[in-house]
């Protein structure tokens, strides 16, 4: 049974330090996405790519966050320097080809900011 | 811009009764509506979904109704089990111009079946 995996699962790390996370998508997905959940602000989107390619990113600030997929088995993401408001659980999920196709979730970075 | 609102935000019911919980979406031009579960600490994960050329789907327990018109859909859990409650998410597709789209996610509605 396929599965997203996403590393670390838990990351507590200070104010301005950089955090990378990443994850693997399954295997012959072609779409990647990044999601943000907080309590306040619930699951949003931050960053979208398809074969590789970035159509979306909307949803991410810009002068502190990086997505990027160096090769298809690989998406990552980085924010530089962290702050105490990036604090929350961070998802990628992955599906087949068009963003109506299921979105498969992985476990989750949660990540802390002190 | 382009919002889901889900009410209500939080659902407790008896072990055996329906739990019924409503989203509402701003772009008519939304095409795709899924319905995620997230258990405690867990990844959210697909339970149903529908699409606009039809106004119903059932999968045993679960159901979704789909009103185009009022731009309204809901999901409907029969005879609930205490292993249904969890957080459980709406979301409409949005379509980005030639560049795809995007799911626009409801704030969540926390689901507690008592025993």
């Known amino acids: 049974d396929a599965r997203v995996t996403q590393t670390p699962r838990h990351k507590v790390t200070e104010m301005g330090q950089e955090v990378t996370m990443r994850c693997q998508p399954i295997?012959?997905?072609?779409?990647v996405f990044w999601y943000r959940q907080t309590m306040m602000q619930g699951l949003e989107l931050l960053a979208y790519?398809?074969?590789?390619?970035?159509?979306?990113d909307s949803g991410m600030p810009k002068d502190r966050f990086s997505a990027e997929m160096p090769d298809a088995t690989l998406a990552t993401l980085k924010i530089q320097p962290s702050e105490p408001r990036d604090s929350a659980v961070y998802f990628c999920?992955?599906?087949?080809?068009?963003?109506?196709?299921?979105?498969?979730f992985g476990p989750g970075t949660r990540l802390t900011v002190l | 811009g382009e919002n889901v609102e889900q009410h209500p935000s939080t659902l407790s019911v008896q072990e055996g009764d329906s739990a019924v919980i409503k989203c509402t979406y701003s772009?008519?031009?939304?095409?795709?509506f899924p319905w995620y579960k997230q258990e405690l600490g867990k990844r959210p994960q697909l339970i149903i979904d529908?699409?606009?050329?039809?106004g119903e789907k059932k999968d045993q327990r679960i159901a979704v109704t789909l009103n185009k018109t009022a731009k309204h859909f809901s999901l409907h859990i029969t005879e609930t089990q205490p292993e249904d409650s969890a957080v459980y998410f709406c979301?409409?597709?949005?379509?980005?111009?030639?560049?795809?789209?995007?799911?626009?996610f409801g704030q969540g509605t926390e689901l507690s079946v008592k025993p």
């Open positions: 999920a992955s599906g087949k080809l068009a963003y109506t196709d299921t979105q498969y």
């Open positions: 790519f398809r074969n590789r390619a970035p159509l979306d």
């Open positions: 295997l012959g997905h072609n779409t």
């Open positions: 979301a409409a597709s949005i379509k980005l111009g030639n560049q795809g789209g995007k799911l626009i």
């Open positions: 772009d008519s031009a939304s095409n795709y």
């Open positions: 529908i699409r606009s050329n039809v």
